[in-house]
């Protein structure tokens, strides 16, 4: 039974990746990607006009989602070989306090921002946590799913982009 178990895990992970390879997801591949004004911690707006100009990857989390806590190191980790050259963020819905908590427990390598309204969440048509999108540096949607992220085909999709 071991064996099935760990053979169904090899063929659903290597799906799950293919699905971050390819593009499409919920959102139309080529269309601009949805306007946003979202919050940083330290309260400044941020929209999506600030981001133009690099590829942007968009993840949506929460500090109460487990598969989001299991990729939150690999994701900083990208974050922080981004050096400017790209722009990831770390987008949630919960509250100043939360996420502040969060952040001072992790260190800051990703950038975290507040949907407060929830306007950003709809707008990129999320409905499971955590969902990824990567925009171009036009602000038009590349790509989005959900489910945990593969660095290595983040890191692929943003080598493209630069």
Do not use: N
């Given at each position: 039974?071991?064996?099935?178990?760990?053979?169904?895990?090899l063929v659903v992970g290597g799906l799950m990746r293919e699905r971050q390879r390819g593009g499409g997801g919920v959102l139309p591949v080529a269309s601009?990607?949805?306007?946003?004004?979202?919050?940083?911690?330290?309260?400044?707006?941020?929209?999506?006009?600030?981001?133009?100009?690099?590829?942007?990857?968009?993840?949506?989390?929460?500090?109460?989602?487990?598969?989001?806590?299991?990729?939150?190191?690999?994701?900083?980790?990208?974050?922080?070989?981004?050096?400017?050259?790209?722009?990831?963020?770390?987008?949630?819905?919960?509250?100043?306090?939360?996420?502040?908590?969060?952040?001072r427990s992790r260190g800051g390598a990703l950038p975290i921002v507040r949907d407060a309204?929830?306007?950003?969440?709809?707008?990129?048509?999320?409905?499971?946590?955590?969902?990824?999108?990567?925009?171009?540096?036009?602000?038009?949607?590349?790509?989005?799913?959900?489910?945990?992220?593969?660095?290595?085909?983040?890191?692929?999709?943003?080598?493209?982009?630069?």
């Amino acid at each position: 039974m071991g064996a099935i178990a760990a053979v169904v895990l090899l063929v659903v992970g290597g799906l799950m990746r293919e699905r971050q390879r390819g593009g499409g997801g919920v959102l139309p591949v080529a269309s601009q990607a949805p306007a946003f004004v979202v919050q940083g911690l330290d309260g400044r707006a941020l929209s999506s006009a600030d981001l133009r100009g690099k590829p942007t990857v968009l993840i949506f989390w929460a500090t109460w989602c487990g598969v989001c806590r299991d990729e939150m190191p690999d994701l900083e980790r990208f974050a922080a070989e981004a050096r400017g050259r790209y722009h990831v963020l770390a987008v949630s819905r919960e509250s100043q306090a939360v996420l502040e908590r969060w952040a001072r427990s992790r260190g800051g390598a990703l950038p975290i921002v507040r949907d407060a309204s929830g306007h950003a969440s709809a707008a990129y048509r999320v409905e499971s946590l955590p969902t990824h999108v990567i925009i171009d540096r036009d602000g038009r949607v590349v790509h989005d799913f959900s489910g945990a992220a593969d660095p290595e085909i983040l890191a692929e999709h943003m080598q493209r982009l630069l």
